[in-house]
């Protein structure tokens, strides 16, 4: 199963200065407890935004048309997401366990390039609008995708901002 998994505001944005534009500490859990045994899927400067490299626990793959194959510590290389999806399909073993999932991390143009091949949404939905943002995820049609996950969350001493995890599924 290819998901896609973001944080995005409002107003679609996800990004500033190649950085998360929010910080919501139940946001970080669930994306580590869904993506934790399974394999990543991002591009180079998603993979360049993570504070220590390679996340731990998954299979790290990134989408670079210009990097050797080993370019990365700790992951993959592919030049295009076709390919790196590919490659995933033969899955991950983690802990005795194996897995086929694949989770889409970013950037916006890995987000555009998956989202016709998505089988899955897995969202946060922050509802503000950042004053900044320099990268957008692209438009939902929700004629395409049928909500199946609805967690509503109010503010409280370490969340800053109302949020909601939400997933959708392809129809």
Not at 113 to 140: G, S, V, W
Request: net charge neutral.
């Amino acid at each position: 199963m290819i998901s896609i998994i973001v944080a995005i505001a409002e107003n679609g944005a996800i990004g500033l200065r190649n950085k998360l534009i929010y910080w919501l500490p139940n946001d970080l859990k669930r994306f580590k407890a869904l993506t934790t045994g399974n394999t990543i899927v991002m591009g180079r400067k998603t993979f360049k935004s993570l504070p220590k490299g390679a996340l731990p626990n998954r299979r790290n793959i990134v989408i670079s048309r210009s990097a050797a194959k080993d370019a990365f510590q700790g992951a993959e290389c592919y030049p295009t997401l076709e390919e790196a999806l590919e490659a995933a399909r033969s899955g991950y073993d983690y802990e005795g366990r194996h897995s086929e999932d694949v989770y889409v991390i970013g950037g916006a143009s890995v987000y555009e390039q998956a989202l016709p091949m998505a089988d899955r949404l897995c969202l946060t939905q922050i509802h503000d609008t950042p004053k900044e943002a320099d990268t957008f995820f692209p438009k939902i049609d929700a004629e395409q995708w049928k909500e199946t996950v609805r967690e509503d969350h109010d503010k409280d001493e370490k969340h800053e901002y109302r949020y909601s995890f939400v997933d959708l599924v392809r129809k």
